[in-house]
């Protein structure tokens, strides 16, 4: 028996569409606890020295924030773990401001500032800065797999922890863990 291209398409777009419908979407209250899924780095690793942007254009580098700790986000609008953990990104980045902790949540979006701005516009996320690593220069730097990925940096501006995936960031748990990451 002879199978054509076409008979063999529709076959596997209607077990796509079964996959993908059974496929339960991810959101903010089913993300892992962050210590959970959290990886220390011993050694820490230093600072990538390669730039991203912010929303103006203007070209920034992670040293420039030395002496602050930081959680930097790599993430995109079309990623649903990605979209999923922005709202507990957003809860950590409120709470750690005031201890001189900085939430970086940069984007590879391919429509640039706007197209973050847009999603954070309809999202209601006004507590995270619109940034960029359109190239994903600092992704390859840091050799991230997918995204999201997340380094937790210490006010020594060495990379302490990396976590690849999603997780929820703003419960007491997850903000004190970072505290303590990012303080040394």
């Given at each position: ?135 994903g220069a600092l992704a ?34 997850s903000q004190a863990l ?6 040394g």
């Open positions: 028996m002879r199978l054509h291209r076409r008979t063999l398409l529709a076959a596997a777009g209607g077990t796509l569409a079964v996959a993908v419908s059974l496929r339960k979407p991810l959101a903010a209250e089913n993300l892992p606890p962050l210590s959970k899924a959290l990886k220390p780095l011993a050694p820490p690793e230093p600072v990538p020295d390669v730039p991203f942007l912010s929303a103006d254009g203007a070209e920034h580098r992670l040293a420039d924030f030395r002496g602050r700790g930081m959680v930097v986000n790599l993430w995109a609008t079309w990623c649903a773990p990605c979209v999923a953990e922005m709202p507990s990104l957003e809860a950590l980045s409120k709470a750690l401001a005031p201890e001189d902790i900085a939430v970086l949540p940069l984007s590879s979006d391919r429509g640039g500032a706007g197209a973050v701005q847009a999603w954070y516009d309809r999202n209601n996320v006004t507590g995270l800065p619109v940034l960029l690593d359109p190239k390859r730097a840091v050799a991230a797999r997918g995204i999201p990925t997340t380094l937790i940096i210490n006010k020594a501006g060495e990379v302490v922890a990396k976590l690849e995936g999603a997780a929820d960031w703003g419960a007491p748990e970072v505290r303590k990451l990012a303080a």
